[in-house]
Each structure stands twice: as structure tokens, then as C-alpha cells.
């Protein structure tokens, strides 16, 4: 087959594939999205945090949560990853995401899976990536709970749209109940939910502030070692804030006032 013939053909297929969220450069001049409304996205932005992840993956496993298409699963094995397993609750990103990787050549394993069921992988990653997902899921906080408690060995890369107030403020650890101004600070970590639509997206759920973010991150006890971008949070693990997460069981008061099992 020609090239001109190739390339035709690999367009067609990259229609037939399409809509594509991620614009991911299959060679030849051809591309997934270029017509973007954020422009060559994710690679615009996965430039201005790329350098936060190091450049050597040699010897080091990868999970990308909510993968999509592929770009940054990509990435990864580009630098040398051995191992990157990419998963979507969505079985259209996920053809996108095997015929861009067979399309480039490189060998990358793909699971439709929840962020909700990650406990299944019984598995740990030197590095997990969860870019553009909290957003979209209806219960944020359960799936960070479950991240950090299943999968994240070492590093946890971790991105959300953001609107609002981007400061970070010191706050008490504690306020008397009385207390309703602290409320009032736009500062204050602030998730917003949105019952309809946003930007003709209805999984757009959520949208945290930048404060909301980081403090959700350390809730779910992740130590934040860095902030390359204002919406991108390179984390490591460290102890979980709260007695209780999501992940751990359910415990009901006894008539005595002690607690049972459940």
C-alpha cells in the first residue's frame, strides 16, 4: 500500500473512531482531534507538568485512571515504562486507546474498569495517574480513598478542573460550632456541585477550588510534594487524616454505647 493510501485509510479509521477527546499525533501528520476546542489537548497541557514525573520510567509500572484515548498511557511507555495499564469506564476510549497505541507500536495493557472497582486490580503501581477524572465522578472523595488504599505505591499524580478563589489559606483544625463566617472566605475548600450541565458535559459533577483539591489529597492522605500546574498535584502517601475513611466498614452504636462490627 502507498503511503497516500495509508494515510487515507488511517484517517478513515480515525473518523470512524472518533468523536476524540484527546488529540494524540499518530504519524504521518494525522491526528485524533485536531480541531479541538482546547486546542492540541492534553499535550498542551501535559507540557507544563511533564517534568514533574521523571523523565526514566525503566523498570517502573503505571496505572492511568480514566485513560480515555491514551495520551498519557502513551507517555509513559515513551519513557521507558515496563509496565502501563491504562483503565475506562468507557468502552469507546478504549478502542481509541488500543488502535492508538497498536497504530504507534507500542505495548500497552487496557481494562474497562471503574475507578470504584481498582480493589480488584490486587495490585500496586510505582506511579498512578488520575488526570481529568475526580470532576466527573459522582462520589470524589470514595475514589481517592480507594486509590490511595489499593493501587499507589509510591507516586500519585493527580489533576482536576478548578474554578474559583485559587488561594490556599492556613484554617484552624478545628472550629466551635458557632463558627459561620469561615464559611464565607472564598478561600475556604470549596467543592460546587452541578446538578444539570456544564460545558454540554453531563459527568462534569463536580468542581473543586484549588484549596478543595489539595485538602481532598490530604484527607485521603496523600503528602502533596509538588504543584508543577495550578490544576496538576504530585503526591506520595502518608497517613490518612481521619480515623475513618470510605474504605474501611460502617460501625453501629450498641445500646450500651459501644460500637459493633459490622
Known amino acids: 500500500m502507498s503511503q497516500e493510501k495509508h494515510l487515507a485509510s488511517l484517517r478513515e479509521a480515525v473518523a470512524a473512531l472518533g468523536p476524540w477527546f484527546h488529540n494524540i499525533d499518530l504519524g504521518g501528520g494525522v491526528m485524533t482531534a485536531p480541531e479541538h476546542f482546547l486546542g492540541d489537548y492534553p499535550a ?4 507544563r507538568f511533564s517534568d514533574a514525573i ?14 480515555n484515548a491514551g495520551f498519557h498511557s502513551l507517555q509513559m511507555k515513551a519513557r521507558g515504562a515496563a509496565r502501563v495499564l491504562g483503565i475506562d469506564a468507557d468502552p469507546d ?21 471503574s475507578v470504584y472497582d481498582v480493589a480488584a486490580l490486587r495490585e500496586q503501581f510505582d506511579i498512578v495517574l488520575f488526570l481529568g477524572v475526580l470532576y466527573h465522578l459522582r462520589h470524589p472523595l470514595l475514589a481517592l ?5 489499593h493501587v499507589v505505591r509510591d507516586l500519585f499524580v493527580c489533576q482536576s478542573m478548578q474554578r474559583g478563589d ?17 464559611f464565607e472566605r472564598p478561600s475556604f475548600p470549596r467543592l460546587s456541585f452541578i446538578e444539570h450541565g456544564y460545558s454540554g458535559d453531563p459527568t462534569n459533577w463536580w468542581v473543586p477550588n484549588r484549596a478543595c483539591t489539595a485538602a481532598m489529597l490530604r484527607s485521603a492522605g496523600f503528602r502533596i510534594e509538588a504543584n508543577p500546574e495550578e490544576e496538576v498535584f504530585v503526591c506520595r502517601l502518608t497517613q490518612a487524616s481521619a480515623a475513618c475513611g470510605a474504605v474501611y466498614p460502617a460501625r453501629a452504636r450498641s445500646k450500651d454505647g459501644g460500637h459493633f462490627a459490622a
Do not use: H, N
Open 145 to 149: 480513598d480507594l486509590i490511595r488504599e
Open 93 to 113: 476510549y478504549l478502542r481509541q486507546a488500543r488502535f492508538a497505541a497498536d497504530t504507534i507500536g507500542v505495548e500497552i495493557e487496557f481494562a474497562e474498569m
Open 166 to 182: 485559587p488561594r490556599e489559606e492556613p484554617l484552624e483544625k478545628d472550629y466551635p460550632f458557632s463558627e459561620r463566617a469561615v
Open 54 to 67: 521523571p523523565a526514566d520510567l525503566s523498570g517502573r509500572t503505571v496505572l492511568d485512571i480514566g485513560c
Open 44 to 47: 498542551v497541557k501535559w507540557r
